[in-house]
């Protein structure tokens, strides 16, 4: 395999000396964690979460259930306070009204007044936001033949999802954050509202934050991921880049440390099925002959992760949260 020797990687996983690429970073993230930690009295939702999300990106949310998804997007959106640590949107506090006008929540109960109808939804969302653009949310709607005259406790799930996505959409935020958006909405509709919002993405630069259960619909939308596991950071950054760093190993081993040469690889997950061996493994050096190497789907690699809470964090350079980056700095 043609990978490059990574011996005696540093914590970030590159070899000592290796310049840290911080310039192309370097601007206000659109997302960004230090030390980040809640507490709802005993229970710990957050702990010691550090991260930032650069601009642009549509970022997948990941984790178990319990893992803090919902409690970073309510952090986001400025609706509670961290107990410790900090988190900034845009370079600045969540909550503010600067932030606010900036900032677009989608919570998983989609709040709505059931007895407004579609349309007078649509005219106080209009009133509410200055950035208001109509064209989008009676498109997001009408895309849907939802009539603007039904009244909102009369839709269905999914329906009443698309109303709450338009007002998101026609906000025409900076960062949109999405928690567990299509969990009530059919297939058909789940494809119309992603192009919708892939659209609006692209054509505003919006920064966009989306958890899901469905891995494989965030691979096909995603450019950038977080996992959490037990309310810390355990993956984060670049699709493309996690992808390369990871890869399978399928092949046969009867030893009592199934990998070869174990103390060169960061091993993810290793599964058995018999005398059949399966691997994620981030390697640091080439691996040995006898084994079927393949590249890992972003599936493959969030599963892992989620299978194995306790393997090895991965940050990569553009997820860096500014105190770890700056002390990689100063340490070159």
């Not at 407004?116 to 936001?129: D, P, Q, S, W, Y």
């Not at 018999?274 to 050096?285: C, D, E, K, N, S």
């Not at 080439?286 to 940050?315: C, F, H, K, T």
Request: charged residues 25%; hydrophobic residues 40%; proline residues 8%.
């Amino acid at each position: 395999m043609s990978e490059a020797s990574h011996a005696a990687e540093d914590s970030f996983g590159h070899p000592p000396g290796t310049p840290t690429p911080l310039t192309s970073y370097d601007g206000v993230p659109a997302l960004e964690a230090i030390g980040l930690g809640r507490l709802y009295r005993r229970r710990r939702a957050l702990w010691d979460c550090s991260f930032r999300i650069p601009t642009g990106r549509i970022c997948g949310l990941v984790g178990p259930n319990g893992a803090g998804k919902s409690t970073l997007m309510a952090l986001a959106a400025g609706l509670i306070r961290p107990t410790s640590g900090s988190i900034t949107v845009l370079g600045e506090p969540p909550g503010t009204p600067s932030s606010r006008r900036r900032v677009a929540y989608l919570a998983q109960d989609k709040p709505l007044y059931p007895r407004l109808t579609v349309a007078e939804t649509l005219r106080l969302g209009r009133e509410l936001n200055p950035g208001w653009r109509q064209s989008t949310a009676e498109h997001v709607v009408r895309q849907g033949d939802l009539p603007l005259t039904a009244r909102v406790g009369s839709l269905s799930g999914g329906q009443r999802t698309r109303v709450a996505l338009a007002l998101a959409l026609a906000k025409q935020p900076e960062l949109l954050l999405l928690d567990e958006p299509m969990s009530d909405v059919d297939p058909v509709s789940r494809r119309q509202l992603t192009g919708a919002l892939m659209a609006e993405a692209a054509e505003h630069g919006t920064t966009v934050l989306i958890s899901s259960h469905v891995l494989r619909e965030l691979e096909g939308i995603c450019d950038f991921v977080l996992l959490l596991g037990a309310g810390r950071t355990l993956l984060a950054g670049e699709v493309d880049e996690i992808l390369d760093r990871h890869r399978l190993l399928v092949g046969t081993h009867d030893a009592e440390d199934p990998l070869p040469e174990p103390e060169l690889h960061d091993a993810v997950e290793v599964r058995r099925s018999g005398r059949q061996l399966t691997a994620l493994v981030r390697p640091l050096v080439g691996v040995a002959d006898g084994w079927e190497v393949a590249a890992p789907s972003l599936e493959d690699v969030l599963m892992s992760y989620l299978r194995s809470p306790e393997a090895p964090p991965l940050i990569t350079a553009s997820a860096r949260a500014a105190t770890i980056r700056d002390t990689a700095r100063r340490g070159r």
